[in-house]
């Protein structure tokens, strides 16, 4: 079974879209979709220079993310606010996947995360506008969590709403 | 007199806005009007680790241009068009920027750049949603150059349009 | 089997988007898909006071396109740029749909349609924000028809690369 | 002395935009500026068919409005959310007006309006793309008034992030 990539949108270490990703990992596994988690905390510290551009493919670290993303046929993306918009680091290791292969008619999932009250909704606009421009269908539903903090606890989302959003998404994804 | 800054919004070497950025340097010098110009290519390799969030002005050489972009109170943003958006790079500088004190009251004039026929439309969308987020007003005005390999000669743009549409926006930015 | 409905997003009198429409009508029916063409052209006159909010579902001859809209799983529309995004009309017409009925869970196709350079790229964007908020999946393919009248014809696109896209997008839209 | 022109976005009775703008006509005389209203649901009812394209300028009573829009150098948009963006009469109306000299090197503030928790984000930001292609410059502080209904009562309001952010935008659009 192809299995589902959930990237983990930021290079924070510790991140709260980390302990997203692996929320939303069990709610696949439950639904007995296989998945595994690209945390971008991961990628070599000088990836914007060694895997973009002229050096496109040349970094055997970085390879192993863009191999991943090639052969998967579906992607979730946790997006947290910077800046009202998605983190940098995400749109650059975008720019260092191979292009168009591993987008073209592919499907992704969106989910949002703030600490204030916008649930990273514009970042989820402009996401969906880049990820059209390449190729790969968005799913409609993207749950935008925001102020997490308040709604996450020992590892677990505490509001039911945000858990309904999350399952929901899970499945339309695994369906879509 | 108070500089200008011009980003050219990528780490590409030898970018066409790289170009672009010393044609726009110029269009300012014109009107009498000091700029300075930062290059993302610059940038320390290692700065999306080394710079952002909690080593958030640790990184010295990455400061240089931090206090830059802090001093400035207009600045002009030259963005090629990556993936139907800006270059990841582009935002992750932003992203470690001092915040909200390099963005609060300031204003901006942003042009695109594109070997295809959208000009980075989205791009300077995109980017004007963040920059109004951080508090910064843009210039309505944003020239969209496209197919920019065609009109591009010899360090000169040769289309009559392009350079009408960077005089009249360096003029509205000296006055805004 | 069920009719796409294809909607031409303007009420302009005899609009080039109800040409193009036409020409998407044939594609579905090359592919074996029936379809069906709103054209915003035929809206009461008054619809934006009679059939709106309060007086949502109350006038008769809005309901017609209504009940299409409803009872349709799958939508295409054609959209021309007015004042860089979608008429307001079309915009309008979407604001007196059975909510949330009319859009969860279905699916649709953009196309852009403008004189000048820009094919409708932000309504486009503005658009897919909606429906996906609507709970609508948008193709991710959306073919931008730029300076429109130098590619039509007697009734046929003359641009090979406007008709591929069409014709893409019509299958993804079938298979979608 | 110019006046500003306030516009409540839609054309709904007894709408709370309408409240909206009646409080922003206060802060702006508090500041000794002069304003004026326009309240979408003056309209004529057919105006999207007698008063846009070949008909544009023609019909008297929506001239009215336009002949306002048309002398003010500045605008205040108080826009609700429908549907994810803006209302579509609001674009309508936009679309009826004198281009480009209505828009042309003019300032404008935008005002969110909503019942749920987004305060009409990407509404805004649609706006924004939709000003800046016509020529006006928008000011970058945009309040989100989200849950609206919590924080008004008897035609003032009650929350005081909202009035602070209101206040100052209303002295920002004075100095734009």
């Known amino acids: 079974m192809e299995r589902i990539v959930i990237i983990c949108g930021t290079n924070r270490n510790d991140s709260v ?4 990703a692996g929320i ?13 988690i690209i945390d ?9 220079t060694s895997a973009l551009y002229e ?3 040349k970094n055997e670290k ?3 993310f863009r191999e ?3 052969e998967a046929k579906k992607f979730v993306f946790v997006v947290p606010e910077y ?9 650059a290791f975008i720019d260092g996947l191979k292009f168009p292969d591993t987008f073209t008619d592919k499907k992704c999932a969106l989910v949002g995360v703030s600490s204030g009250v916008q649930g990273a909704g514009l970042a989820l606009s402009h996401l ?3 990820f059209n421009y390449c190729g790969t269908n968005v799913l409609a539903l993207k749950p935008k969590l925001a102020q997490i903090d308040r709604h996450l606890e020992g590892g677990r989302i505490t509001n039911d709403l945000y858990n309904t959003l999350l399952k929901d998404q899970a499945k339309k994804l695994v369906d879509f």
Do not use: C, H, R, W
């Open 17 to 20: 879209s980390m302990e997203i």
């Open 24 to 36: 939303y990992k069990s709610l696949l596994e439950e639904l007995g979709q296989a998945a595994v």
């Open 83 to 91: 800046n009202g918009s998605f983190p940098g680091v995400l749109k």
């Open 68 to 70: 991943l993303m090639s």
């Open 128 to 130: 969906t506008d880049i």
């Open 55 to 57: 050096n496109s493919g």
């Open 62 to 64: 970085f390879n192993e």
């Open 40 to 48: 971008l905390k991961d990628l070599p510290s000088d990836f914007t």
